[in-house]
């Protein structure tokens, strides 16, 4: 290695350290979620000046990043500086944009409420330290939620006013919270058989802090903020001033593309039209329907279709990824990951939550990866729907690729990633439901309308968000459009609609990124001809964990190139 080389390279160490430090001591609860325990003492600054600041960080470290000779960078590097300009730039403009300041909400992951909610429940306290990282975070929370409903506050006197929507579902959330005994309070799930002085310090505060904090925002959201808040017609981000650019920005960052929303609006179309097809098809086989509304109803009104119990919904969930285990070997490389566990998800969250997500396993082995979902009410919930879901949230889905990437040799800011590219992990988790159908994973016709009902859902959104944040719909035109081109309930769609208007652009990433991985093993497929091998390509797209999908289309490129070439000298 030539001393540019060295140079070089040291320095995009230091700068992936560097974001890697600023990114999460901003949000720490998502390195939590990451299975990232250092900042686990932390809890958010939500202020203005935090995000400017943190804005003004990364822009630093952009520039730095983009002044590095990539002649002086290893191939490994080259990638690993791609990765970073993608990481840095996308989170800089997060800060620098903030729209969940402007955007009020109690969904999961966008949420700043929302998240702690999330995380202090996957906190694990098995070490003196973890424990003391953990009464630290806790003795912050009070001091946080008050100054969230400053910033809301202030976001609001400069015209960046929430949604009714979004002001009603964050009352409710801290309301059933609050509800709840002490005793019983998820705050407290990590410490629940600890020792009893630790249990009782966490306790205090949630009695003497927390609490508190969370009827003050509640009462400031009712009271300052609902007032004045965006009613149903205007719920788009770019109400806001400054909210077309946001958008647009965000745009970029969760699909990692250069599309405009046009481009996107018209691809969900394209989507839903090639769609059409497949409905006909597999209703016949499992319906004798081919008609899509008679379809459609039939899934949503027979109550054969539902389930009776809890336990009946986390079964479906256990035997499909069983299944998926069973078949791992075949179509993807040994991996050194342990067994994906299966979650409920708090039935308090239920209004706030998709019915299911992936939390990644904790660095130090004291959580699994865990497939979370959905379990309440189920005689509303659809079996048809839980394996489509099993696949995409756990194997081949998410955990199969987010708990390798956390094996892989590459730099810690590329192995705790997740919604931070996006397009490639939700990506990979779409193409995993319809690889499941390929392969004979689902345990029948049913099941696979249960896989339709979801790749229609993924085609909506990228007519609904676009929808909604650049073209101006209503929340009703996005409920309404979403309804006639799925066969789900309007509770679900409306649970989904609300999702996209609190987290503009995030829901484009999934279609995006599936049409990236098929285009690329079609055009693998077609350059090696009988040389392709499915498992193998599979390794492509993995081997360097989540990556900008421009980045995707030349990695598999050269691993094209090298199969071409390692078959001819054979």
């Known amino acids: 290695m030539t001393g540019n080389e060295t140079t070089a390279g040291a320095g ?67 990638v690993d500086h791609g990765v970073l300009t993608a990481l840095v730039e996308g989170a800089r403009a997060d800060a620098e944009h903030s729209l969940w300041a402007a955007n009020a909400s109690a969904k999961s992951y966008v949420s700043r409420q929302g998240l702690i ?39 609001a006197a400069d015209g960046r006013i929430p949604t009714a929507v979004g002001v009603d579902h964050s009352i409710r959330q801290l309301e059933g919270y609050l509800a709840l005994p002490v005793a019983e309070d998820a705050l407290l799930t990590p410490v629940r058989n600890a020792e009893p002085a630790v249990l009782d310090a966490a306790a205090a505060h949630v009695r003497e802090t927390i609490r508190p904090a969370m ?8 009271g300052e903020l609902a007032p004045l808040a965006r009613p149903d017609d205007r719920v788009g ?15 970029a960052r969760h699909t990692t593309t250069a599309l405009s929303p046009q481009d996107i609006h018209a691809i969900g179309l394209a989507e839903l039209d090639e769609l059409a097809g ?17 379809i459609a109803a039939r899934m949503r009104d027979d109550p054969a279709l539902r389930f009776r119990t809890r336990e009946e919904i986390v079964a479906v969930a256990q035997e499909a990824l069983d299944r998926a285990e069973a078949a791992r070997g075949t179509y993807f490389e040994h991996y050194a990951i342990s067994a994906c ?18 939390r990644p396993p904790a660095v130090d082995g004291s959580r699994p990866g865990a497939f979370c979902l959905l379990a309440t009410n189920p005689d509303e919930r659809y079996r048809y729907e839980y394996e489509a879901l099993a696949f995409h949230e756990s194997v081949p889905g998410h955990h199969l690729q987010l708990a390798t990437a956390q094996t892989l040799d590459i730099p810690r800011y590329r192995r705790h990633i997740d919604a931070e590219l996006c397009a490639f992990n939700e990506g990979w988790g779409l193409y995993s439901e319809r690889l499941a159908d390929e392969i004979g994973l689902y345990s029948g016709e049913i099941a696979r309308l249960g896989m339709l009902s979801f790749a229609s859902l993924r085609a909506c959104r990228l007519v609904v968000d676009t929808g909604l944040h650049y073209l101006g719909w209503s929340r009703q035109q996005a409920v309404d459009f979403m309804y006639d081109h799925t066969a789900t309930t309007r509770a ?10 609190a987290w503009p652009g995030q829901a484009l990433a999934y ?60």
């Open 511 to 570: 279609v995006t990124g599936k049409r990236e991985i098929v285009r690329l093993r079609e055009r693998a497929r077609q350059d090696l001809g009988p040389r392709f091998d499915l498992r193998k390509f599979h390794h492509a797209v993995l081997r360097n964990g989540a990556i900008p999908l421009t980045l995707l289309d030349d990695e598999v490129g050269r691993w094209t190139a090298t199969q071409a070439t390692a078959t001819k000298t054979a």
């Open 12 to 78: 995009l160490t230091r700068l992936g350290e560097a974001y890697f430090a600023a990114q999460h001591s901003y949000d720490p609860y998502n390195a939590t979620l990451l299975g990232v325990d250092e900042f686990d003492g932390l809890s958010f600054d939500p202020s203005r000046e935090a995000s400017e600041r943190t804005a003004r960080e990364l822009a630093d470290i952009g520039r730095q990043v983009g002044a590095i000779d990539a002649s002086g960078l290893t191939g490994a590097q080259r």
């Open 492 to 501: 679900h769609v409306r649970n989904e609609v609300d999702r996209y208007i």
């Open 341 to 358: 566990a299966i979650e409920e998800i708090n039935p308090i969250d239920a209004d706030n939550t998709a019915m299911a997500y992936y």
């Open 278 to 294: 497949l409905w006909s098809r597999i209703g016949r086989e499992a319906l004798g329907e081919s008609d899509f509304a008679t």
């Open 237 to 251: 981000i770019r109400e806001i001033p400054g909210g077309e650019a946001g958008y647009l920005a965000a745009v």
């Open 117 to 155: 909610f999330q995380a202090v429940p996957a906190m694990t306290v098995g070490r003196p330290e973890a424990v003391a990282r953990y009464l630290s975070r806790m003795s912050k929370i009070g001091a946080t939620l008050d100054a969230l409903g400053r910033r809301y506050l202030e976001e």
């Open 215 to 222: 009827r003050r925002l509640a009462e400031l959201l009712r």
